[in-house]
């Protein structure tokens, strides 16, 4: 995985902006084999890709002159109550009156800079100068779904619940972003937007998107008892960063590439990923399936079945997950695969998103399709390094003293999931600026000085810097770490693996 930025322009630069968006709309429209990202923001353009497909160097060559003068965006009136339990305190800093403070945030006639940080999350500029606060010092847990915020010169529309270091003013009385709608999205890059003070109610939150079919076509195996986040997931969503959506697939692609070559599936077919508690599942026919990962047992009836080695597993048979030793991920793969339905290329969920679910009691999972596989092939798994080592490379705000930081103590994980993983350590000198996409392994570090490892289901941009980031080759280790376990970084600042990061001023 390479990846790096096109520089269009350095801060607020609507002509920029511009330049950016076109050129990802050219590239969106006829990716060349082996794109995986086109993620504009305001000045920047980012282009994320496979080098065993696509060289940097050749990607550069082919990419497109945008026509002249781009897309004319639409002009969209949001109705917004300012609501917000920031609202007060915005005043207080500002020195206006509450009053002023709204008329001032409604006065403007906003540019939708990029889509991203969660699905179809507008990032609408420039707030008039006098209300402009930095960030807050750390991201909030949550923020609720339709919250209008404000950071800098920055002001947007959390789509959905999720963490956030905006300053929260109101909130907006429609939705701008729906999977169940046929248009997704109400906002798209280049858009225009007023805010007017309204009243009326908060719009209800989307239900999830559906990804597994209600009634298989070839019944596999019944969930009789669910685990803590049982997920169905296949390589990733890949080419959708700049709507917002996260890429998901597995957080350990590589025990998930082991379980689905047991038994011959293509690569990155449909499988189930359980972590730190599993499921128990009953077999609904004849199955052919093999198991991979760390942190669990698996047993058949009772009785263990190795992971890493492809197994029989009779109709009626009960298989159960149990936690033993280090790790906490595994993945269960069937002949033939899962069967699941694509939301914009991908059966993966994403969760803040709302798209996909994790598996409930009573689910019955189906075959993508019908394949007879002998089992009992069986792959040596590489045993999980513990402490874990990670090797270190620069990010796109490097600093000195923020890589003498990381390398000066071992940090312990403060908390973990699918969007990232919190460090808790030395302090980390951090910073904050105007919002750009964020690297897969990207290592966020607010003001606040607490690191964030972004991993597969991160937000797609982000503003706090990004001193450094995770060696690709071992992000696998990340899907694997649990709250309180020791992690080290190592030097591997003189290697030349990629190009993730890098700037490139273009003209």
């Given amino acids: 995985m390479e990846g790096f930025y096109l520089v269009f322009g350095e801060g607020l630069s609507e002509e920029a902006n511009r330049r950016a968006q076109a050129l990802a709309r050219a590239l969106l429209k006829a990716p060349p084999r082996g794109l995986w990202e086109a993620v504009p923001a305001y000045g920047t353009l980012y282009l994320e890709l496979d080098p065993r497909l696509l060289a940097r160097g050749r990607l550069l060559r082919l990419l497109p002159v945008p026509e002249e003068g781009g897309e004319e965006g639409r002009v969209v009136e949001v109705p917004l109550r300012y609501d917000g339990e920031d609202l007060l305190e915005v005043a207080a800093r500002t020195g206006l009156p509450p009053e002023e403070v709204r008329r001032r945030h409604q006065t403007p006639l906003y540019r939708v800079y990029a889509l991203g940080f969660t699905p179809g999350f507008p990032f609408l500029a420039p707030v008039d100068e006098a209300l402009r606060l930095p ?270 930081a990381f390398l000066a103590a071992p940090f312990r994980v403060a908390r973990a999931d699918r969007m990232g993983v919190e460090l808790a350590g030395p302090e980390v000198p951090g910073g904050e600026g105007l919002s750009e996409a964020t690297p897969l392994g990207g290592v966020q570090v607010p003001p606040s000085g607490r690191p964030l490892v972004l991993l597969v289901d991160k937000g797609s941009l982000g503003g706090y810097a990004k001193p450094v980031r995770v060696d690709p080759r071992d992000l696998w280790l990340l899907g694997q770490v649990w709250p309180g376990a020791e992690l080290f970084f190592t030097s591997e600042r003189n290697r030349e693996i990629n190009h993730m990061g890098t700037r490139i001023p273009w003209a």
Wanted: aromatic share 8%; hydrophobic share 40%; glycine share 12%.
């Fill in 135 to 404: 960030r807050r010092a750390h991201p909030r847990p949550r923020v609720p779904a339709h919250a209008v915020a404000m950071a800098g010169p920055q002001t947007g529309i959390y789509p959905l619940p999720s963490p956030g270091g905006w300053h929260l003013l109101g909130t907006a009385l429609v939705a701008v972003y729906d999977p169940h709608r046929e248009e997704p999205f109400l906002l798209r890059p280049g858009d225009r937007v007023r805010f007017r003070e309204a009243a009326g109610p908060t719009p209800k939150e989307p239900e999830p998107w559906e990804l597994l079919p209600e009634a298989p076509r070839l019944p596999a195996f019944r969930v009789e008892e669910p685990g803590l986040l049982d997920l169905v997931v296949d390589r990733g969503r890949f080419l959708a960063g700049h709507l917002g959506l996260a890429r998901s697939g597995p957080l350990d692609p590589r025990s998930a590439s082991l379980a689905n070559r047991l038994l011959g599936n293509p690569p990155g077919a449909p499988l189930l990923e359980v972590a730190y508690r599993g499921p128990v599942l009953t077999a609904l026919g004849d199955l052919v399936a093999a198991g991979a990962g760390y942190g669990f047992a698996l047993l058949l009836e009772g009785e263990e079945v190795a992971l890493g080695r492809s197994f029989l597993w009779r109709k009626g048979r009960s298989l159960r997950f149990v936690p033993r030793g280090q790790g906490v991920r595994a993945y269960l793969a069937v002949a033939g695969a899962l069967e699941a339905r694509p939301f914009l290329g991908s059966a993966s969920p994403d969760l803040r998103g709302r798209i996909g679910r994790p598996l409930r009691a009573g689910d019955v999972l189906g075959l993508g399709e019908e394949r007879p596989v002998r089992p009992g092939m069986a792959f040596a798994q590489v045993p999980l390094p513990y402490p874990f080592r990670l090797r270190l490379l620069p990010g796109p705000q490097f600093t000195e003293e923020a890589w003498r």
